[in-house]
């Protein structure tokens, strides 16, 4: 599996993302720093661990030459499951629901993925008996912000497509 970073510098020119996925490392606030129940002296070392590795991931969306969506992916919803008790554990789930439109080729397959995400955040939450809120941020966000990268995705795609037909239509002497 290569871990090669992309430059810098065409990661914020990505015509598709652009800085906007910098701008998203905001959210990891509604798991870093929510309240940690009593009684619980390592919730507070594996919350930052959770933190680690959800970082980790989204680097590896965004930053790395060849990610591994299914990899990435996976594990953000891995995280959401093992944190699921705890405050903030949605937050994994709305980052799984929000990049899977982008990590895959056609909405049928993101609505799919979408379905999926909603279903293990909704099995696991009714297995453990989490509180209602809990679920509901767990299984509802991730189809509402999912859903909108919908359409934010296939947009994407198809301007993908228009600049490479624009590039093999110019002729061989002109500049871009």
Excluded at 18 to 27: D, E, M, R, S
Excluded at 61 to 75: D, M, Q, S
Excluded at 163 to 172: C, D, E, I, S, W
């Amino acid at each position: 599996m290569s871990l090669k970073l992309k430059p810098f510098r065409t990661v914020l020119k990505d015509k598709d993302h652009g800085w906007g996925p910098f701008f998203w490392l905001l959210y990891f606030g509604f798991f870093s720093f929510t309240r940690v129940r009593p009684r619980q002296p390592q919730a507070m070392a594996s919350r930052w661990s959770g933190c680690r590795d959800l970082h980790r991931s989204f680097i590896g969306i965004f930053l790395l030459e060849k990610p591994r969506a299914t990899v990435h992916i996976g594990g953000m919803i891995l995280l959401g499951v093992v944190f699921l008790l705890q405050c903030g554990c949605f937050t994994f789930f709305i980052f799984a629901g929000a990049f899977v439109p982008f990590m895959v080729e056609t909405q049928a397959v993101a609505i799919t993925c979408l379905g999926a995400i909603v279903a293990v955040a909704g099995v696991e939450g009714w297995r453990l008996h989490v509180n209602g809120w809990t679920l509901f941020y767990a299984a509802a966000f991730p189809v509402i912000v999912g859903g909108s990268n919908v359409f934010f995705a296939e947009r994407n795609r198809m301007n993908r497509k228009l600049r490479q037909g624009q590039r093999r239509n110019r002729a061989p002497g002109q500049g871009r």
